[in-house]
């Protein structure tokens, strides 16, 4: 049959390496940022946050870095595992959006074993 | 445990028929959330509230309603104005309705028009 809809970004990476997610924000005026997980048929999930007077912030195997200058904001996760494998969308909330946040399309991440 | 409930989990809609998803959250967050995703896409903003007794639409709110009587529930109605309500229904919550606060998700629903 035909396929309906967008085909996500895809990064495919061996067990054990390192992975880089990278996600172009909209808004200049955003000023917070969250990282979000999400495994199949079930709801995203929060990995990691920073705030636009950072650019960067580390977590457990997870590090985000925020580009401002060129509107650009990258998830890496260090030795990367099978379980890791999800889609991981951005979201950005800026000045006039009050507590909306408002999501990136996602990239799909596959770890091989 | 505290967390956000949704119900059910899947549901099945005759076309012209409305149909209502249950949001639940014990977490006393003030803002809740109604997002939708389609296959292979991202999610956007339904509808929101971030008070009781008040809520704003989101970017696809055409063929929604959404009620806020209490605090801890958010439930959103798919009317028959929806023409393609087939997708995946998510709600969320924030611990305060200001910006530069996490959204903690429930589960989501998968809706589908038979």
């Known amino acids: 049959g035909e396929s309906v809809g967008l085909h996500l970004p895809t990064l495919s990476v061996q067990e054990g390496d390192n992975s880089i997610i990278n996600c172009a924000y909209s808004?200049?005026?955003?000023?917070?940022f969250i990282w979000y997980k999400q495994e199949s048929g079930k709801g995203p999930q929060f990995i990691i946050d920073?705030?636009?007077?950072?650019d960067k912030r580390q977590g457990q195997r997870v590090t985000v870095l925020l580009n401002k200058t060129v509107k650009h904001l990258s998830l890496q996760i260090a030795a990367t595992q099978p379980g890791d494998s999800a889609v991981y969308f951005c979201a950005e909330n800026y000045e006039t959006s009050g507590s909306r946040l408002t999501f990136g399309e996602g990239t799909q991440l596959t770890v091989n074993p | 445990d505290g967390g956000i409930t949704q119900s059910p989990k899947y549901l099945f809609r005759k076309e012209g028929q409305n149909v209502t998803l249950s949001c639940e959250q014990n977490?006393?967050?003030?803002?809740m959330y109604w997002y939708r995703q389609d296959p292979g896409q991202g999610l956007r903003l339904i509808y929101y509230?971030?008070?009781?007794?008040?809520?704003q639409k989101g970017d696809i709110a055409e063929g929604y309603s959404v009620s806020r009587e209490k605090k801890e529930s958010f439930p959103l109605t798919v009317t028959s104005a929806q023409k393609n309500p087939t997708a995946f229904y998510l709600c969320?919550?924030?611990?305060?309705?200001?910006?530069?606060?996490?959204?903690?998700f429930g589960q989501g629903t998968r809706l589908t028009v038979v």
């Open positions: 509230s971030q008070i009781v007794n008040d809520f």
């Open positions: 969320a919550s924030s611990i305060m309705a200001v910006r530069g606060t996490e959204a903690f």
């Open positions: 977490l006393n967050h003030d803002a």
């Open positions: 808004n200049s005026a955003s000023d917070y």
């Open positions: 920073i705030r636009s007077n950072m």
